[in-house]
Nanobody, 114 residues
Framework: QVQLVESGGGLVQPGGSLRLSCVAS????????MAWYRQAPGKQREFVAA???????NYADSVKGRFTISRDNAKNTIYLQMNSLKSEDTAVYFC????????WGQGTQVTVSS
């Protein structure tokens, strides 16, 4: 059974930065496709960023140039560095893992407000 545990969320002012982390239990982390999704109140969950086992990345247009996804296979961890945060980035951010099957974390709240 794979578990994903997110951390790093919180309250930040517009223009600020946060770094989210997601630690995955289980084996073969290095082979897994990993991603971040988010869900704002009253909206559907949406894709934010992803990183493949080879390190290739892709991003939603809304976060390109502001967010960076990375992974540390030695620590079974992925990160999401979020800069120049906007109020519309406010959401619960979820970690996602895909290899043999899909797993989701419980989410971490990010609130961007002055």
């Amino acid at each position: 059974q794979v578990q994903l545990v997110e951390s790093g969320g919180g309250l930040v002012q517009p223009g600020g930065s946060l770094r989210l982390s997601c630690v995955a239990s289980g084996r073969i982390f290095s082979l897994a496709y990993m991603a971040w999704y988010r869900q704002a109140p009253g909206k559907q969950r949406e894709f934010v960023a992803a990183i493949s086992s080879s390190g290739s990345t892709n991003y939603a247009d809304s976060v390109k140039g502001r967010f960076t996804i990375s992974r540390d296979n030695a620590k079974n961890t992925i990160y999401l560095q979020m800069n120049s945060l906007k109020s519309e980035d406010t959401a619960v951010y979820f970690c996602y893992r895909q290899y043999d099957q899909a797993y989701w974390g419980q989410g971490t709240q990010v609130t961007v407000s002055s």
